[in-house]
């Protein structure tokens, strides 16, 4: 069968930088087309491009032929018909995708007002079928987007985006929003309707898991070109290109893997905490009767889904937040009795790393000044000494000296990150926290910033508290696993143990729900029911 | 706060930049042309401000009298040079005490539940007030002249740095680089100085620069309607108020010492738009 959408040296120019160069892609009837690359590589351009929604002061040339017809550069009026009826786009965000002061039933209403269904008993029925079909019951019609969980959002968003009936499906991140028990839901049921209304998906996205999950073909973008395009199973097992062999070797892996295990267990814990409950006044409790400890040079893995407590529980560890009840040592005493200069003291021995580079270094303070702070604060030698000792941590996160003059816009994310981790070293920390310190980088720049943490870990021996919602980054480096549902540990233990073998119900879930990075395997962990006919 | 904003260094480069072309410089050569004219006045105005001069009275308009001359036979050019004196040195007092004022209170109100009910309570009242009624039942008190106009200013301008200061202080305060350098031990005044000052020092001077347009605006309308200083020492508002009798025979009399307030007032807004418009580009 021919393309049903074909893309053809697609070129988008923005006021001093190409986006998008020489872009060619195919898309057939009944196909699900992924689109990979790192941020900048110009997938979201393209998408944009195909429906026409860039701004005015992208410069676009090329062709894009749907069904035989010219869509680029059609009068706005034509491109409101093929926009919904022909090609219809779901990005990441559904929260911000329904209006939020408008019945849901309404919203998709209106999308078939809009393409010319008149009648209004029509308009419900047909909304209650395109709830049904993506799994929300008909009857929500009449709630409010605020009535409904992330990943319900989702599901309406796709039934808004169904509504016109597309032969095209463009789907922007569908699922990076989303935790990942919701995320396997998504795609099963982007699966179901792919197969159940001969949908042809441009799927766009950076996660290698859900490509071998959903795609029949994949395209690789770096840079704004399409730098190879091959079947899904091809491109897993022997990529044609440099490039997306480095970002395949790049993807955290949840198999087991040994790792020395640098657990004295006879030490004092860094950090101790005894049926500790934390709670906001009016909600369920954030931390719920925890009981957990880290020994001194050990890495604890906490994870778990958004609103699981595990940030919370990351504050309490280094004395940022008081439990309400139960008891804490950190560095064997409670921080809750120390007085001012005692605080000052332990918080000497703490490090922290946030997950947003972008806000994590003050942006008027050049990189030096952010890496000597803690030195300054604690008024470690002279200036001399802290700048020479701010060269020297530079030098160990693998950045230059004269990035120390840069600020931190001048930067890239993974730089940031680095300068971040340097930071967090200056003062030797027996403790560092780190609150998802990858979730916001791409693959690649992952994969480095991992690796340095790991170098880091084994040349000083901290002890490190590291969240993460992504259990393969967790895989890769923690001694120990806790896994928090609601506030509540649900298991703890060794980090092999806990991820490849999991006792709990709620671990296996979250496990079994991590999409694998391998199309073959992917498909037969899927089993048999959810099998994609040929 | 001058100190750090000097050491900052690198981030006057930006504003300077904003300064230095277009809107922002326009602005600047209007209100220092204004400024200017006030403190060379000994020197520009032909007359003395109150010197009466015989048989010229409510002349028009001529390269004697720039402004013609007012009922009492006084050149009104140069009544509004001196009165441009007064006017410009009530704002110059007036903004920064305002503006220090209120920037402390915000400060305070960041601190303390307690402080910020407090605070916010106040600025509600002051602003709850119209500055001209202020005005009034605080010269009741005090009497006419120039404290109840700089009471009036400082007071307008307290609820504004005071909201200002307080919410960027929170903004701040939340954001992941203040969390990090307070666990690993910054005291506070250790995070204020280097972390939350330097961030929030673009918006005040943008509200400088606004509230200096206003503190004009307020302080001209005191004037006008005889609360602030009093004649016959002469000031942009008094002028402009002793001519509304004359309008029919000097026309100039009116539209001189209101083109200087036009004019201050709009430096001061073109050179807040300059800088808020480079703060926009520089985030």
Redesign the interface.
Known sequence: MGALLRIANLNVRFPGATAVENVDLELRRDEVLAVVGESGSGKSVTALAVMGLLPRSAAVSGSVVLDGREILGLPEDELRRVRGARIALVFQEPSTALNPVERVGWQIGEVLRAHGVASRRERAARTAGLLEQVGIPPERARDHPHRFSGGQKQRIVLALALAADPDVLIADEPTTALDVTVQAEILGLLRDLRRDRRLAVLLITHNMGVVADLADRVAVMRDGRVLETQDVEGLFSSPRTEYAERLLAAVPRLEAHDRPTRLTKTDEPVFAAENIVVDHPGRPAALDRITLSVAPGEVLGLVGESGSGKTTLGRVAVGRLRAASGTVRLFGRDPAGLGRAELRALRRRIGVVHQDPAASLDPRRTVLDSVTEPLDVHGVGTRAERVARAHALLDQVALRPEHGDRLPRELSGGQRQRVALARALALEPDLLLADEPTSALDVSVQAAVLDLFTELQDRHGFACVFISHDLAVVNRVADRVAVLRDGRLVELGPARDVLTRPSALYTRTLVDSVPVPDPVAQRSRRGPDLEVPA | MTDIALR?G??PRVRRGALTRGRGLAGLVLVGAVIAAGVLAPLLAPYAPQQQIPGANLLGPSGRHLFGTDEVNRDVFSRVLYGLRIDLGICLVAVPCGALVGGLAGLLASRTAVADVVAQRVFDVLLAFPPIILGIAIAAVTGVGALPVICVVVGAEVPLFGRLVRTSVLKVRE???V?????????WP?VLR??VV??ILDALIVQLAISASGAVFIDSAMNFIGIGVRPPTPSLGGVLAAAMGQLGTNTLYAVGPLLFIVVLVLGFQLIAQALLASRRGDA
């Open positions: 900052a690198r981030t954001l992941p680089y969390d990090a350098a307070e666990t690993m031990g910054a005291s250790w280097k972390h330097p961030n």
